[in-house]
């Protein structure tokens, strides 16, 4: 067991960024600037593209372990800001930095 592992959640694999499916696509499809009518169908066309990527579960624990809640944005890990906005309160007591508590 390593320092990421836990009964929790999925063994964390190192340099996983590497094999991100998102690697070479367009950021303006994951973090759109603006809220045009297309939004929907761009975060459904990055949700697509997350739900074949092979590091899935490294990238939402890794979103869910730093970012900031006040400037959540965009698509990552498969979800929405406003999933993972509802994915941390629904976690606030989990044990678990990842998903918002205190490390034990
Ligand atoms: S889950 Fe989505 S945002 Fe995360 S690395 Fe994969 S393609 Fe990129």
Redesign the pocket.
Known sequence: MNAHSSRFLPPLRTGW?DA???GSTDPEL?FPLDGGEDAPARIDA?KR??AG?P??AE??VDVMAWEDPARRWG????TSSEERADLFARHRDDPTPAMGGAAA
């Not at 698509?75 to 498969?78: K, L, Q, T």
């Open positions: 960024r991100a499916a998102c994951f990055a593209i997350c990527c590091v899935r990238c939402l698509v990552v890990g498969g």
